[in-house]
């Protein structure tokens, strides 16, 4: 009896509060949105926010939504769906060498090229297995020439409106249809006894670089670990520096990605005992064409492949548009968004030779099917580290729409997009716990003061959302972010 009525009592008490709480309105999503907008954005910056329902086809808030700003990353959407939309989208990234001449008894009477298609993917296994091809041919000696052929863009190394004191960092790699290892060496460093120098390992191994060891094992005092190169005088000599105390890997790019391709093919070729012997004045040509860092450039040149009845394939090596869709948007990879506007570019245009200015038009017509100006908005580049990129977060969003509405596009897009909390450039952000976590599928876009974020999300409703948020002037990256997953967090509840 004490214990029901101990119960009516709660009840009772109790019973204003419940019933505050059923009528109590819940603040609609702009309201929310507005407050963090005040209470949440980086002291001194700004934003720009466009947020739409796909499942009901309507927007759901706006701020700022037509403001021009800089993408940093998430210009990667807007190339990656122009060219996902394209009809030949599912054709694979391919790399060939062709010879055009004769095979008599161990000699190749001709010439060898070797095909850049700007496959971003392409690493030092794919270079090991179109030499292993090449090799199963009855032959040990190329009396000719052998050539890469770049022919497939210009020869602009780098994007409009790159930085040039980026090199030589690996994010920013030099430009070309024949890339290796995405023309970067990776080194890793292993320590030894306190005093002594690290052992290191770098790969892919080639003499086309140096290296210049200068570590010190469990010495603090030696300062940071750190990779570099000569990069001021266009050099390849790499130098690692600092305390190893233990495992410890850096990256640095390469100056001239097709040499360092070429240089390593001819190496390899040279390994599994095929020498070049080329013919009366090519190797007067050589030395003209070609910057060599030792004897084994003087056995290439470089020069455009041309098809006739003498023409055999002898090699060659594919990489799915998916794999580099993939690295595209989890990492965030600057050479595949460039590999992916070039080939964009080629199959927009029809042109043999094209420059990213091929590829950008391709954009600017997509975005005009939409029913935009593309004069607008300013397209640099396709990755986004271009400080001359301005675009919108309503353009964005009808990027993501457009996706959205082809089944093609989206399955290949969606699936490749980071997810808060579980993987790519996400994969530290919407911890477990809060909403977005599991529920955002998004591009990220950084760099100094520059902080993007867009993409789809699943509200609790079973909505389906595309959004974006574009903050500026924002020095603290942490809490711009911090502000992109609150704003992502309301649109879901």
Request: aromatic share 10%; hydrophobic share 40%; glycine share 8%.
């Amino acid at each position: 009896m004490k214990r029901i009525l101990l119960l009516l009592i709660l009840s009772v008490c109790l019973l204003p509060l419940w019933a505050q709480e059923a009528v109590a309105p819940v603040k609609p999503l702009s309201a929310r949105i507005d407050a963090l907008i005040e209470h949440k954005l980086p002291a001194g910056s700004n934003v720009a926010i466009s947020v739409y329902d796909l499942t009901a086809g309507k927007p759901l808030y706006g701020y700022q939504a037509d403001k021009l700003s800089r993408p940093a990353s998430t210009m990667k959407l807007l190339t990656t769906i122009t060219a996902l939309a394209r009809p030949e989208a599912d054709e694979p990234f391919r790399t060939e060498v062709w010879y055009r001449g004769t095979i008599e008894r161990d000699t190749l009477q001709g010439d060898m090229y070797v095909i850049g298609g700007f496959d971003p993917e392409f690493d030092e296994e794919a270079l090991d297995s179109l030499v292993a091809a090449v090799a199963r041919f009855p032959f040990s000696v190329i009396r000719g020439k052998v050539y890469g052929d770049v022919s497939m863009k210009d020869s602009l190394y780098w994007g409009s409106g790159w930085l040039w004191d980026d090199t030589p960092y690996s994010f920013q790699p030099y430009l070309s249809p024949l890339m290796l290892n995405k023309g970067v060496v990776t080194v890793t460093a292993t320590s030894g006894e306190r005093g002594d120098s690290a052992h290191l390992e770098c790969t892919p191994v080639s003499s086309y670089y140096t290296l210049t060891n200068k570590t010190c094992s469990r010495t603090p005092s030696a300062g940071r670990f750190r990779v570099g190169r000569d990069w001021l005088v266009n050099g390849n000599n790499i130098t690692v520096a600092g305390n190893v105390d233990a495992r410890r890997t850096g990256t640095v790019n390469i100056f001239s990605s097709q040499d360092f391709f070429m240089h390593t093919f001819m190496e390899r070729l040279q390994a599994r005992g095929i020498r070049c012997i080329p013919t009366a004045g090519a190797e007067s040509e050589a030395f003209e064409t070609v910057v060599k860092p030792s004897a084994v450039a003087s056995s290439y040149l470089f020069g455009e492949f041309r098809r006739d009845s003498l023409s055999v394939r002898m090699a060659f090596y594919e990489t799915s548009v998916q794999d580099v869709v993939k690295q595209i948007m989890k990492e965030s990879d600057n050479l595949n968004a460039e590999a992916m506007l070039c080939r964009l570019g080629v199959q927009s245009s029809g042109k043999k030779r094209v420059s990213a200015e091929d590829g950008l038009s391709a954009i600017r017509m997509l975005i005009k099917e939409m029913g935009y100006n593309p004069d607008r908005y300013n397209l640099a580049d396709g990755c986004g580290l271009s400080n001359y990129n301005y675009i919108s977060p309503e353009l964005l969003v009808s990027f993501l729409r457009y996706a959205y509405s082809r089944t093609d596009v989206f399955q290949k897009l969606y699936k490749a997009l980071p997810i808060g909390g579980v993987d790519g450039t996400l994969g530290f952000r919407m911890k477990k716990g809060t909403p977005s976590h599991g529920n955002v599928h998004a591009k990220t876009g950084s760099f100094t003061a520059v902080n993007c974020l867009a993409g789809y999300l699943k509200a609790r409703n079973g909505h389906e959302i595309a959004f974006a948020v574009m903050n500026q002037n924002a020095l603290s990256g942490r809490e711009a972010r911090a502000f992109q997953d609150a704003v992502c967090d309301e649109v879901i509840r």
